[in-house]
C-alpha cells in the first residue's frame, strides 16, 4: 500500500483564505486592521527567514505587520521595555517574539511578558493553563495545524489511541491537549520511553515532534495509521549542492509504504504554523475588541 500524501502547502492556503474573510469583516466592524508585531532578536539567518515570511504572509491578509529587528547585544531590560511598549498599544493585537533568543537573556521571563492577550504563539503560562483546563484561548498554531491536517484526513478521533512523540510546551503537550479534548485515547512519548517502537505501533494516529531525524521508522507504524510528521531536520549528507537536505521525524519512505495518511517533509505542517498565526491575530483582535 502507499499511504495518502496530507498536504499541508494547499489546506494552508485554505486557512489563509477565511483568514482573508476574517480580516476583511473586522475592517468593517471597526475600521482597522488587525496588527501582528514581530519581534526579532540577533542575526540568526534562518530566523530571518521566518519573520520575512511571517511579515509577508500577515501583510497578504490584509493584517498590519510590523517587525521589529534588535542587536543581538541588546538587554534583556531594554527587550523587556519594548515588549511593555506593543503591551500597551492599542493598534497591537498579537506580539511574536521570535526564537531562539541570545543565550545572555532569558527566554522565558520574555515569553511571560508578553500579555497574554496578544500572544498569538500561545507560549504563555496563562494560555497553556487555559488550554489545559478546557478552556482554550490562543492555541500554539502548529498543534492547531496538526488538528487540521487529522480533518482533512477524515480521522474520526473519538476513542482512537494517539501516540504523540514528544512532551515540549509548544507542540507535544498542547496537542496531547487538543486530541483528548477531541475524545481520543492519548499517550505522550519520548525519546526515553521504554519499548518506544511497540507503543508507537499501537497508534491510529501518530504525531512526531521529539525534533530527531527519521527517529521514527516504517516497522514502527501500525498499517493504516495516520501519521503527522511536525520534525524539519536538516541532514547534512552532500547533497543539494552541498547544502543537504530536510527530513522529519518520521522515516518517510519507509512509513508511506505502511501508514494510511502521513504528512510529508516539506510541505506538510510548516505551512499550517504560519496560516494560524494569522488566524490567532484575529481572533485576539477579535477579543481585544470585545473587551
Excluded at 8 to 24: Q, S, T
Excluded at 96 to 107: C, E, G, N, T, W
Aim: neutral net charge; hydrophobic residues 45%; glycine residues 10%.
Amino acid at each position: 500500500m502507499s499511504a495518502t500524501i496530507l498536504s499541508g502547502k494547499l489546506l494552508a492556503e485554505i486557512v489563509r483564505g477565511e483568514v482573508r474573510d476574517e480580516v476583511a469583516q473586522f475592517r468593517r466592524e471597526t475600521g482597522r486592521a488587525p496588527g501582528l508585531d514581530v519581534v526579532l532578536v540577533g542575526d540568526d539567518p534562518a530566523s530571518h527567514v521566518y519573520t520575512r515570511n511571517k511579515e509577508k504572509a500577515a501583510n497578504e491578509c490584509g493584517i498590519r505587520g510590523e517587525l521589529h529587528t534588535l542587536p543581538a547585544d541588546i538587554s534583556e531590560e531594554a527587550l523587556l521595555k519594548l515588549i511593555g511598549e506593543l503591551n500597551a498599544r492599542d493598534d497591537v493585537d498579537g506580539i511574536l517574539v521570535q526564537l531562539p533568543l541570545p543565550k545572555a537573556i532569558r527566554s522565558d521571563r520574555v515569553l511571560d511578558a508578553v500579555s497574554p492577550a496578544k500572544d498569538v504563539d500561545g507560549f504563555h503560562p496563562v494560555n497553556a493553563g487555559l488550554l489545559a483546563s478546557g478552556r482554550p484561548r490562543l492555541v500554539p498554531c502548529t498543534p492547531l495545524g496538526c488538528m487540521r491536517l487529522l480533518e482533512l484526513a477524515k480521522v474520526d478521533l473519538k476513542g482512537a489511541n494517539a501516540v504523540v512523540v514528544g512532551r515540549s510546551n509548544i507542540v507535544g503537550k498542547p496537542v496531547a491537549q487538543l486530541l483528548l479534548a477531541a475524545n481520543a485515547t492519548v499517550t505522550i512519548a519520548h525519546s526515553r520511553t521504554r519499548d518506544l517502537p511497540s507503543v508507537c505501533r499501537a497508534a491510529d494516529v501518530l504525531i512526531a515532534a521529539v525534533g530527531v531525524p527519521e527517529m521514527v521508522r516504517g516497522s514502527w507504524i501500525k498499517p493504516g495509521a495516520v501519521v503527522i510528521d511536525v520534525g524539519i531536520n536538516r541532514v547534512d549528507d552532500g547533497s543539494n549542492g552541498g547544502k543537504g537536505r530536510l527530513v522529519g521525524d518520521v522515516a518517510f519512505a519507509e512509513a508511506i509504504e505502511v501508514a494510511g495518511a502521513i504528512t510529508p517533509v516539506p510541505g506538510g505542517v510548516g505551512p499550517l504554523t504560519i496560516a494560524y498565526l494569522l488566524k490567532n491575530t484575529v481572533i485576539a483582535a477579535r477579543w481585544r475588541s470585545a473587551t
